[in-house]
């Protein structure tokens, strides 16, 4: 199915002069980063939080961008082809990031794998590689990649990957209508699969073994950190002398790996800011009204 391949590099060339369909927000003060990690986006599903991810790009700046993998998802495009017009927009904003001088690195994953092909080339302002190292701030060394290399399941039962895939997406269609319920009742986003991960014991143990593998990974290879997506469980900590971070996904948590300018590091949970945001609008219109 060539035009999943040709998707991005036939049509990503004009994007960045080209008018979204959702206009770019201007934001008097848009949060400034160091560095900003986002992975496991999987533009082209029905489960991607394509507004949400659009709200966060329109209201953060950094000088560094890292996409750490499954930003598209080639497999369900080719099962089904599903584009519409807000995941062309998340495309415009990070190819306008590119063309404004923001360094962006892409290191596709196993979902989006057929660019892999391409490591090495830099595509309009976007370098797309295998793996990076990041110097942070403070000067720590950190592994960046997708992570699906340490994944057994998909590295030697790809038909089970698949699988468990479909079964995901299952669970990502019954996620959307419970959200839809929610919104109905003016209530935040919330994450069933999140919640069904950590209560199911296996995946539990399947996210602690991968986070120690990854480290010891980035402990062989004499750095500081890692910094992995793959598994769509953002979390920051401290394994035999190795700093790990997940920056999570866009899919079930919407969350974000940003470095500051000193060198911290933070997760950022963006269904949480978008509703701080609101209550302080609604605190500001109550103070005007009274």
Not at 216 to 244: F, K, L, P, S, W
Request: charge should be neutral.
């Amino acid at each position: 199915m060539g035009t999943i391949t040709q998707l991005p590099f036939d049509a990503i060339a004009g994007f960045a002069d080209a008018a979204p369909q959702i206009t770019e927000v201007t934001v008097a003060e848009r949060r400034r980063y160091r560095t900003i990690w986002i992975s496991d986006v999987h533009l082209g599903t029905r489960g991607c939080n394509a507004e949400m991810l659009i709200d966060f790009l329109d209201h953060v700046d950094s000088e560094q961008m890292y996409l750490v993998g499954d930003i598209f998802d080639g497999w369900q495009l080719k099962k089904r082809f599903f584009w519409p017009a807000t995941h062309n927009d998340i495309v415009w904003r990070i190819m306008k990031r590119a063309k404004r001088g923001t360094r962006i690195t892409y290191i596709p994953g196993n979902h989006d794998e057929m660019f892999r092909q391409f490591t090495g080339l830099d595509f309009g302002g976007v370098k797309i590689r295998r793996q990076a190292i990041h110097t942070t701030a403070d000067g720590r060394r950190l592994l960046v990649l997708h992570g699906d290399e340490f994944d057994a399941i998909t590295l030697s039962h790809r038909w089970l990957a698949h699988a468990g895939d479909l079964a995901y997406h299952v669970m990502m269609t019954l996620n959307r209508w419970v959200n839809v319920w929610r919104r109905a009742f003016n209530l935040p986003y919330w994450s069933l699969s999140k919640y069904a991960k950590h209560k199911v014991k296996n995946a539990v143990e399947f996210i602690s073994n991968f986070e120690e593998i990854v480290a010891r990974e980035a402990r062989a290879r004499g750095v500081d950190g890692v910094v992995a997506g793959h598994i769509h469980t953002a979390d920051q900590r401290h394994i035999d002398g190795i700093d790990y971070y997940n920056d999570g996904d866009w899919v079930e948590g919407c969350t974000a790996l940003v470095e500051h300018e000193d060198g911290r590091m933070e997760i950022l949970h963006w269904a949480s800011a978008i509703a701080a945001r609101g209550e302080a609008r609604a605190a500001a219109e109550t103070r005007r009204a009274a």
